[in-house]
């Protein structure tokens, strides 16, 4: 099964389960395979395969001209990359690692962001790659880079924390007309604990819908990517050992955000907790805590609280990047409190 | 729009422009109506001629989307040439060499139309941009071929942009096609002029060329009466193209689904104190 696959994509033709990086290269392979107006760029994805390997292999089957390899010049790519959606292709942009796409920031806000509303015709491209801290990689190579484009009208931005979410999802952003950054968890990457079985070629999950990870009664925490999973193990200790059913609601699309699923659990519950690995001011959770300020003021029993990274680039010492990074402690805290309010 | 004359921009599939601001002779070049380019300004996305691509901006990026654009053209193998028109200075970015050395470095078919630094220019951007006296010097640095022409000369600047145009198709890669000098306020129509004069068909006469100018007044006059003749293309979601999200976020409005103050929203409300 999977004969001339390379591992990585060959997951499910083999009944296997697959890790968050399958999923992402499943997806790559399956839309190429599907359109071929869909391309690959990026620094070192073809003959190297890229840094995390989610491309190797795809050169041999897609050849040089669908899996180019760019000079190291995000910006330039980008741009290149705007230019061919024009055209009709289909183009997905690796980031290297996501932090580097700041380079990027001026073409993607300014031009591609914008083509669809001064009459330069729609952008159909993804610009994915892995986000994240917790790998004591420093603050170069463990951004979360939602909120440097969360202000910016014209752009999607999916942020999966599961493997079959990761597959579904980048799919969809593929066939999406609208440009999409999407962003990957390197954390959640190789992780054996979220292994699972992938859906076939027809998974496609829409973007803009939110999934309730968890249910309960007691209190919501409204999260995305990695610590969607700490957001399980605060559940679980909560559960056990305080009695207190805790709602999670995966938001996996933070642009557009789904305000329904926010408030529909919101009238529930009552009580809610916003929980991401991005910085806490100027973090999504404000925006998350202002639209229900907005739209279910009357249905909340307490404060809308957060529980982020602090204000501070990842620090390279481990012992300081713990300290930044939100725990599953903070979460069991906070909820204790709010649930106490 | 000298260089531009040696595109095809009429037939389907033909070749693109990339423009940095949307010159009604690019539109007309490429088989748009002034009627068209009219509505096109005004919002209606539909009337911009397919060959076009723009206003393009900010004017670093116009390199990197036309090399973009030049690269699907020979991913899929078609001989379509790209050019894009770079304004005076952009060369001074970093995105402008990026775009150029990744049109260099996949072979492109791209023509990159600037003008050469200009001493003597008001703007700092041509003035003081670079130290060099002719950006065919940037071209060695890339390994790509760079060709001149006199700004206010259109024939020799069709005559270079068609050398430069057919090289791009053939397959060499990008061109850079330098204008030297500054063309003069009349773009280039009275060294044509003059020209046309020396040859055997001649200029045209004062009173011939009064009646021409006339008419296209009168061709743009209706044309602008006929874009706007229905209210125009104006409408609110020519704005925010087709989104239907832009306003829902907003529960004050009128009509908005349950305003914070509705009886609906209130009944049931709050576990502790609704």
């Not at chain 1, 409204?222 to 609601?249: C, K, N, P, Q, W």
């Amino acid at each position: 099964m999977g004969e001339g696959r390379p591992d990585q994509v060959a997951r499910t033709v083999r009944r296997e389960p697959a890790t968050f990086l399958e999923a992402v290269a499943e997806a790559l392979w399956e839309e190429m395979e599907r359109d071929e107006s869909v391309f690959l760029l990026g620094e070192d994805i073809g003959v190297y395969g890229g840094a995390f390997k989610v491309t190797r292999g795809f050169r041999d089957r897609f050849g040089a001209a669908r899996v180019v390899d760019t000079p190291i010049s995000e910006a330039g790519f980008t741009g290149a990359a705007a230019g061919a959606a024009h055209m009709g292709l289909r183009p997905v942009v690796e980031m290297q690692f996501m932090d580097f796409v700041s380079p990027a920031y001026d073409i993607i806000t300014n031009y591609i962001a914008t083509s669809r509303y001064r009459g330069s015709g729609p952008q159909p491209l993804v610009i994915r790659g892995p986000v994240g801290g917790g790998n004591r990689a420093g603050p170069f190579h463990s951004q979360n880079v939602e909120m440097a484009f969360f202000h910016t009208p014209g752009l999607k931005i999916v942020y999966p924390s599961t493997p079959s979410d990761a597959k579904g999802l980048l799919k969809a952003a593929i066939r999406d007309d609208a440009p999409v950054i999407f962003e990957e968890h390197k954390g959640l990457y190789r992780s054996p604990e979220i292994r699972e079985p992938l859906p076939d070629d027809n998974h496609v999950v829409p973007i803009g819908k939110a999934r309730t990870a968890r249910a309960g009664e007691d209190l919501t925490i409204v999260t995305y990517g990695a610590t969607v999973h700490l957001s399980h193990g605060a559940a679980e200790i909560l559960s056990d050992r305080d009695g207190v059913e805790v709602e999670i609601l995966d938001l996996r699309t933070l642009l557009p955000l789904d305000d329904d699923a926010i408030v529909e659990s919101v009238r529930r519950t009552n009580k809610v907790l916003v929980v991401h690995e991005d910085t806490r001011t100027g973090g999504i959770a404000g925006e998350i805590a202002a639209r229900i300020n907005e739209k279910a003021f009357e249905w909340l029993d307490g404060p809308v609280l957060r529980v982020t990274a602090a204000d501070a680039p990842i620090p390279y010492a481990g012992e300081l990047e713990d300290y930044v990074l939100p725990t599953t402690d903070d979460i069991v805290t906070a909820a204790r409190y709010l649930v106490a309010y | 729009m000298g260089a531009a004359a040696p595109l095809d921009l009429t037939t389907p599939a033909g070749d693109l422009l990339v423009h940095p601001r949307p010159p009604p002779a690019a539109h007309f070049l490429a088989g748009g109506s002034p009627e068209d380019y009219f509505r096109w300004v005004l919002g209606d996305r539909e009337r911009r001629p397919p060959a076009l691509l723009g206003p393009a901006a900010p004017l670093r990026s116009l390199v990197e989307v036309a090399a973009g654009a030049a690269l699907a053209f020979r991913m899929r193998d078609e001989a379509r040439v790209a050019m894009v028109f770079s304004p005076p200075g952009t060369h001074a970015s970093g995105a402008w060499h990026e775009g150029f050395n990744f049109a260099a470095v996949r072979r492109c078919p791209l023509v990159v139309v600037t003008a050469a630094p200009d001493p003597e220019a008001k703007r700092a951007a041509p003035r003081r941009g670079t130290r060099l006296k002719t950006l065919r010097d940037v071209c060695t640095a890339y390994g790509v071929a760079g060709r001149g022409a006199d700004a206010a000369d259109v024939t020799e600047i069709h005559r270079v942009a068609s050398e430069a145009v057919g090289a791009a198709r053939r397959g060499a890669g990008v061109q850079l096609l330098e204008l030297r000098g500054r063309p003069p306020a009349d773009g280039g129509i009275r060294a044509l002029e003059r020209r046309l004069s020396e040859s055997e068909e001649g200029a045209l006469g004062e009173e011939e060329g009064e009646r021409v100018a006339a008419e296209v007044v009168r061709e743009v006059e209706e044309a602008w009466e006929r874009a706007v003749s229905d209210g125009g293309p104006m409408r609110p979601d020519a704005a925010w193209a087709g989104r239907d999200d832009v306003r829902s976020m907003e529960p004050w409005r009128p009509g908005a689904e349950g305003g914070p103050r509705s009886l609906d929203r209130l009944s049931g409300a709050g576990k502790g104190r609704g």
